[in-house]
């Protein structure tokens, strides 16, 4: 999602983290990631404050990546974007844990991100979003990355109470007399959700379980990072949609997931001027 890619500065001692720096719109960003086999938040965590102790100057920031949908709550199909937007229940994401059901409300996100997040949600009623456009210019660029953001297999969401037999993987040999039938849609585009999102303390792959949790809180989406960030490192959160959340979890649209993630970043970033960022403090 970059237009111009900047060149890496020196690693610093005691910071691990590997950066990739550059612009989106107007705007000069930093990106990461957590390290390769690791989730969970205290690794966000960690990663988070080493960012903030190398780049003094950031001024917010937007955790993209993927998240497990909850269908029950809404017409979210896999590839959707699920947001977090503050409600009257929570502040746009809860620290839940999945073994004692209790829940915190993390801080909210900036301000200059939920103004532009209410500029964006009423382009996407009148507009539509652009995320098909920005995963065309992507690939237009980066013709490689097709096979990583092409699912694996079609969309199948089954049934609460019917689990996954086989080894985790394919659900080619599952019995489609327990999927869920639903209308289809006038366009394959992503659709943009906004509401709470659970961040969990290990992933969720039950799908009775997963709604149960859902409809006592009101979360769309499920993840496991944003609760390491969110009182430390004011951010937005928003998910790509990459399964249920159920025991029939794999990794088919992960690549396609995480890139509708990205581009809605880069859709939101173009609603802020450089002059609101500019008025920022820092968060270091």
């Known amino acids: 999602m970059l237009e111009e890619l900047h060149e890496p500065l020196p690693a610093r001692k005691y910071d691990d983290n590997t950066y990739v720096l550059g612009r989106i719109c107007s705007h000069n960003v930093v990106i990461t990631c957590l390290p390769t086999g690791a989730y969970g938040s205290i690794t966000a965590a960690a990663v988070a404050t080493r960012m903030l102790s190398t780049f003094q100057s950031i001024r917010f920031g937007l955790m993209a990546g993927i998240g497990g949908g909850v269908p029950s709550q809404a017409d979210i199909r896999l590839g959707d974007v699920v ?52 995963l065309s210019v992507m690939l237009e660029k980066y013709p490689l990355l097709r096979d990583s953001i092409t699912p694996g297999e079609r969309d199948r969401l089954f049934r609460a109470g019917y689990e996954h037999l086989t080894a985790p993987g394919s659900c080619n040999h599952c019995d489609e007399r327990h999927m869920v039938v639903r209308a289809p849609r006038s366009s394959n585009s992503p659709r943009v959700h906004y509401g709470s999102i659970a961040s969990v303390t290990r992933v969720v792959r039950h799908g009775a379980a997963k709604d149960r949790i859902a409809k006592r809180f009101g979360v769309i989406c499920f993840e496991t990072e944003a609760a390491g960030l969110m009182d430390r490192f004011p951010c937005l959160v928003n998910r790509g949609i990459s399964d249920y959340a159920d025991s029939h979890k794999n990794d088919h649209w992960q690549g396609y997931a995480a890139a509708t993630a990205a581009a809605y970043t880069k859709e939101l970033l173009s609603l802020i001027t450089p002059r609101e960022v500019s008025e920022l403090d820092a968060l270091s």
Do not use: Y
């Not at 993390?106 to 507009?127: C, D, G, M, R």
């Open 83 to 134: 947001v977090s937007k503050p409600t009257t229940h929570s502040r746009g994401v809860l620290q839940c844990s999945v073994d004692s059901g209790k829940t915190s409300s993390l801080n909210n996100p900036p301000q200059v991100l939920l103004n532009a997040l209410s500029k964006l949600q009423a382009s996407h009623i009148i507009n539509g979003n652009r995320i098909p456009e920005f």
